[in-house]
């Protein structure tokens, strides 16, 4: 349900001036004029809607603020001056008294309109819900009348597949109790094959027992005369582990008596250098003559080359043997 408009006090106020102005009335018409020109029905269509109890509130405002009734106090007759002011005070107290009856009466009245037009003022608003929610009553009857003929439709398919269901089922059945009785025979074959496989795996597990139980035996002796071999090898490693420190040994003291060696053929050439060098000052030394042929030219030459033989032999023979080692 929409919301209606708000409408505030001076809008309210401006409407009812114009249905004021539109009536013919004067800015200051009586309670009479003033009920009958305006009210809350006609102030919400004027304005386009509003709450009506707010509506209300501001025509009674604006009622007790536009509204003035009574008449002026009648002109006294020309009397002596003290009962003229006596009959004036009397006259006045009356008329007071008078008008505060009439505006206790007046208040009084007022409230019960007040109270008959908020009364009517929910009324029109219960109406008012009331119809709209016929409106949304008749709404959802179309609604479920529309869905109740799509429902009888479908229903009606419904049925219609039900009974084509129907006649698939009793078929499905009948093949269920054909599929069953060879299933039935499938199975009892079945068991007749796992029966045979049985027997013949219960053979096929006696004769692998058997093998298992002859290549186990067979391992077995592979692996006393493997574990045999095993320590054998470990044996002649460990052998030839220390007859491979051993040469190491022997390789290091070679190795050492060959540098020993290169020293002394180092030393030797040294020293053949050297006699070399004396032999051919000393050859150089000697007269033309006994150059040409005296023994002991030949004899020092001689000598030279044997001790330079002697040296190379020396050489030879320290370097062959470690030679031969490696």
């Given amino acids: 349900m929409a919301r209606p408009t708000i409408a505030t006090s001076t809008d309210v106020r401006a409407a009812v001036l114009a ?84 505006l206790a009466l007046k208040t009084q009245a007022q409230g019960v309109a007040d109270a008959a037009r908020s009364a009517l003022t929910e009324a029109q608003l219960r109406c008012e819900v009331l119809m709209q929610e016929l409106v949304e009553l008749r709404a959802g009857i179309s609604e479920r009348d529309a869905r109740l003929a799509q429902a009888l439709a479908k229903q009606a398919t419904h049925e219609t597949q039900i009974t084509a269901l129907t006649a698939e089922l009793e078929v499905s059945r009948a093949r269920a109790e054909n599929l069953g009785a060879e299933l039935a025979a499938k199975e009892a074959s079945a068991s007749a094959a796992i029966a045979s496989a049985r027997d013949r795996y219960d053979g096929l597990a006696r004769q692998l027992m058997l093998e298992t139980e002859q290549q186990r035996q067979a391992t077995q002796l592979e692996n006393g005369r493997l574990a045999g071999q095993l320590k054998f090898a470990e044996k002649r490693e460990a052998t030839q582990l220390a007859r491979i420190a051993h040469v190491e040994n022997e390789l290091q003291e070679v190795r050492a008596q060959k540098d020993q060696a290169v020293g002394e053929i180092s030393a030797l050439k040294y020293v053949n250098t050297a006699l070399r060098a004396q032999v051919d000052g000393f050859l150089s030394a000697l007269p033309k003559s006994q150059a040409n042929g005296a023994p002991p030219v030949a004899n020092l030459a001689k000598a030279r080359k044997r001790v330079t033989k002697s040296g190379q032999n020396v050489a030879s023979t320290k370097r062959t043997k470690p030679e031969s080692l490696l």
Avoid: C, H
């Fill in 19 to 102: 249905l004021l102005r539109d009536a013919g009335a004067s800015e200051s018409p009586s309670g009479q004029t003033f009920r009958r020109v305006v009210s809350v029905r006609k102030v919400r269509a004027y304005l386009g809607g509003g709450n009506p109890s707010t509506i209300g509130r501001e025509i009674n405002a604006a009622e007790a603020e536009l509204v003035r009734d009574g008449a002026p106090l009648p002109a006294l007759a020309e009397l002596p001056a003290d009962i003229a002011v006596l009959m004036t005070q009397l006259w006045q107290a009356a008329v007071g008294v008078q008008l505060d009856e009439v």
